[in-house]
């Protein structure tokens, strides 16, 4: 059924129809188009604008609609403009002529504003508690990991050792802020623009106060064009995404380097890894490299929204509706990455041992080496000096500052003692560093424990 028909001569010529359709994918928010129907009748039952038994008789079908839907007895078609249409057509068809006034008082530009909203709510919603999962296991590595030593790196090169825990650490904190960043939008956006009509409100005496509360909305939105004609909600939302992504896909590169044979640092569990068809020695770390591939999806969502809405003049326009593929597949995108990521990573196998020789080899204990002389009353720029030509000497001999011989070290400066081993030892460079936010296990345990109410209560 058209809901435009009376005014045209002619059929909609067929392609122009299909062009036009946005119904095989704003099926997705059925559920939601139904229960702000169901607000939208109950607030205008309330203002006297149908009768009750017209309200019950138009919810009544409306839950009849959404129950058969989801047992798949009522199967959406392609034959409807869009969702919209088709959930009105199959009232009209089940109830008659109550169903006919479900539309009093609203356009579809207001109903699929907020239908978008209402998805994009749910949405929100659960991408957060994916995000609260992958906490959750980066929580548990920490916990278990405050003395696995590793090299920490600037440049990709060695420079000064770190724990897992502290690694790992970054990340909890990139993903604490995403969720911040998604509650900030989720309260920013949560306004109701059920009501707004095609653009400039109506002429029934709606209470869109009663309606925005019905479905559980701060209030309802203040200008009835921007209501039609907003979409920053989701460009905000993508852009969250994109930066979701973007820590996710640091993270698989981390872990793809730290899989490979040469560095060897963890093991992707057989479950989460893949073959190759030809060499059969291959076990390859296809998700992660995956989710690092789908960052580049999400980020073309955002700009491509911020493209089609550059330029539109208030207030509603036809181009609005390319928001929702493109949002559709970057929620499904960063969902699906959460879950795969969140389940690679809690099956993942840790080689201590490697990652602890690798800090000890590439000299990662040098700036500690130059802290003892500063202790010892050397001004920090020859402290740096003299360890530079004590690193020079070990390369030379290929072997570590720990192995270099104590007369060695007194050739170079009187300074040093028998005591700059113990100073330069990993255990020593970690523990020292017990600054708010710094790899030492005292300050580090401070953070598990805060990140463990951060759990508890988010
Ligand atoms: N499918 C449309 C969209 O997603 C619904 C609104 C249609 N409004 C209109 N004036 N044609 O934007």
């Excluded at 409306?62 to 869009?82: C, K, M, P, R, Y």
């Excluded at 969140?342 to 080496?369: H, I, P, Q, W, Y």
Aim: glycine share 6%; charged share 25%.
């Amino acid at each position: 059924m058209k809901l435009w028909g009376g005014r045209f001569t002619k059929e909609t010529n067929e392609l122009v129809h299909n062009f036009n359709a946005s119904i095989s994918y704003d099926q997705k928010f059925y559920k939601q188009d139904i229960l702000g129907s169901v607000a939208h009748v109950t607030m205008l039952a309330e203002q006297g604008i149908l009768t009750e038994q017209e309200k019950d008789a138009i919810t009544g079908g409306l839950q009849g609609i959404l129950a058969d839907i989801e047992n798949g007895t009522l199967v959406i078609t392609g034959e409807s403009e869009d969702i919209h249409s088709f959930v009105e057509a199959a009232l009209i068809q089940r109830i008659g002529e109550p169903g006919k006034k479900l539309h009093t008082g609203r356009s579809r530009n207001d109903q699929v504003a907020l239908d978008m909203k209402l998805y994009t709510r749910d949405e929100i919603v659960m991408i957060n508690d994916l995000l609260k999962e992958l906490m959750e296991v980066i929580h548990r590595i920490m916990s278990e990991n405050l003395s696995t030593f590793m090299p920490g790196f600037t440049h990709l090169q060695k420079a000064q050792p770190v724990t897992l825990a502290h690694h790992f650490g970054a990340y909890f904190e990139m993903f604490r802020r995403d969720r911040s960043r998604l509650r900030d939008i989720y309260d920013r956006m949560n306004y109701c623009p059920l009501g707004a009509g095609a653009l400039a409100g109506t002429t029934y005496p709606l209470d869109r106060n009663y309606s925005a509360s019905l479905l559980k909305f701060d209030g309802p939105t203040w200008n009835s064009m921007d209501s039609v004609s907003d979409r920053d909600y989701l460009i905000e939302l993508l852009s969250a995404f994109s930066t979701i992504m973007m820590h996710m896909s640091r993270f698989c590169e981390e872990i793809i380097l730290w899989n490979s044979n040469e560095y060897r640092f963890v093991e992707i569990d057989d479950s989460y890894s893949t073959g190759s068809s030809i060499m059969p020695q291959k076990k390859n770390p296809d998700i992660a490299e995956l989710v690092r591939g789908k960052t580049g999806r999400v980020y073309g969502a955002l700009i491509s929204l911020l493209t089609t809405m550059k330029g539109l003049p208030l207030a509603y326009n036809k181009d609005m509706q390319e928001d929702k593929e493109l949002t559709f597949d970057a929620m499904d995108t960063v969902k699906g990455c959460l879950a795969l990521f969140t389940g690679m990573l809690d099956t993942m196998k840790f080689n201590r041992d490697v990652m602890e020789s690798s800090a000890k080899n590439g000299f990662t204990n040098a700036t500690d080496a130059a802290d003892y002389l500063v202790n010892h009353g050397v001004p920090f720029r020859d402290a740096h000096g003299i360890i530079g030509r004590l690193v020079l000497l070990c390369i030379d001999r290929g072997i570590s500052l720990d192995e270099l011989p104590l007369e060695e070290y007194q050739h170079i400066s009187p300074v040093f003692e028998e005591d700059i081993y113990e100073a330069i030892s990993m255990r020593t460079c970690v523990e020292k560093r017990n600054t708010i936010g710094a790899p030492g296990e005292e300050a580090m345990r401070e953070v598990i424990a805060a990140n463990a109410k951060y759990l508890q209560e988010s």
